[in-house]
């Protein structure tokens, strides 16, 4: 298979990059300013060149290896994007967006990935900010599209749309082509329940058929939040539907001693499994060898916010091909 080189900006915990690793793509360098993503990607790959930076401060020139590189992807902030119905002003200078359009027609990668929120690739209220994209890239000589993927259709167990720009030079964007979905994903039972029943819970089998739907959205959550939970009420009362308390992170899966307390009240989340930081990192399709640095929140949110790795390979595998030259 060929190789092709990138570079990936606010690159977390790697979600992204361990996708389109697999599909062929070795980063030159990788950027965030979070020192716990940034120690989580020395842990697990640690011949990679990870640099704790600023992207708003990044200067691709000061760095000649980025220069020319195939692909230029990351996962931005979700902020000020995270909603479609009250757009959040920000300051050209501070929007994150706008600073990677600008890298890449410094850096000048034959593609472009940006991944952010659906409502960025399709809400009226954004049409604004795709219009700024779309005379960026025009004028640096690139065709571009925007797509809103669910990461359930590409075999992560999990309702997680993200909002997809890519961005190629005419002649490689003529050849690319949106992965088709692959299938429906498994269940969030079908997935944990063997993880479940590890420390010698005997609750785990039944547990299984009550958790027999794909997990609705993992939210990460804010710095400027308390500890990790799995998001706002309406999230925590189907995790509740499904056997799990999502009011908080275990530090450990069920002992033999527990008892699954279930009652009619789906609100009512005593009595139930919490998941802890490693099934988080399985639902959202990250291999079990992957470690997370930091302590169980600073780790839960660098999984809550990270691209599913299975998606991400879906989509390298197109761009590569579409650089490549097959069709």
Not at 55 to 79: N, S, T
Not at 148 to 153: G, K, N, S, T, W
Not at 278 to 290: H, K, N, R, S
Request: proline share 8%.
């Amino acid at each position: 298979m060929a190789r092709f080189t990138s570079l990936e900006i606010c690159a977390g915990a790697g979600g992204q990059a361990l996708g389109l690793e697999k599909a062929g793509f070795d980063p030159v360098m990788l950027i965030d300013d979070d020192p716990h993503a940034c120690a989580t990607l020395h842990a697990n790959r640690p011949e990679w060149d990870v640099r704790k930076l600023d992207l708003l401060e990044f200067v691709g020139h000061d760095h000649p290896q980025v220069l020319d590189v195939d692909l230029l992807a990351g996962g931005l902030p979700r902020l000020p994007y995270s909603s479609a119905a009250k757009p959040r002003h920000v300051d050209d200078r501070h929007d994150l967006l706008r600073a990677a359009i600008w890298l890449a027609l410094e850096v000048r990668p034959r593609a472009i990935m940006l991944e952010n929120v659906p409502a960025l690739a399709k809400a009226p209220a954004f049409a604004e900010t795709r219009g700024f994209v779309e005379e960026e890239l025009k004028n640096g000589g690139y065709e571009h599209a925007w797509r809103v993927l669910d990461a359930q259709e590409y075999g992560v167990p999990q309702r997680r749309e993200h909002g997809v720009l890519v961005a190629m030079r005419p002649d490689d964007f003529v050849r690319f082509t949106w992965p088709e979905p692959a299938g429906a994903a498994a269940t969030v039972g079908d997935v944990l329940w063997r993880s479940m029943g590890s420390r010698g819970w005997g609750g785990a089998e039944e547990w299984r058929l009550v958790a027999n739907e794909v997990a609705p959205t993992i939210v990460g959550g804010s710095k400027d939040r308390g500890g990790a939970d799995l998001g706002p009420t309406r999230s925590k009362n189907i995790w509740a539907r499904l056997g799990v308390n999502g009011g908080g992170i275990a530090d450990d899966v069920p002992g033999p001693d527990f008892v699954m307390r279930t009652e009619d009240d789906p609100r009512d989340r005593k009595g139930l499994p919490k998941l802890t930081v490693a099934q988080v990192a399985v639902l959202q399709g990250f291999p079990p060898e992957w470690t997370f640095a930091g302590g169980k929140t600073a780790r839960y949110r660098q999984v809550g916010h990270a691209f599913p790795p299975p998606l991400a390979a879906a989509l390298g595998d197109r761009i590569a091909a579409a650089l490549a030259g097959a069709h």
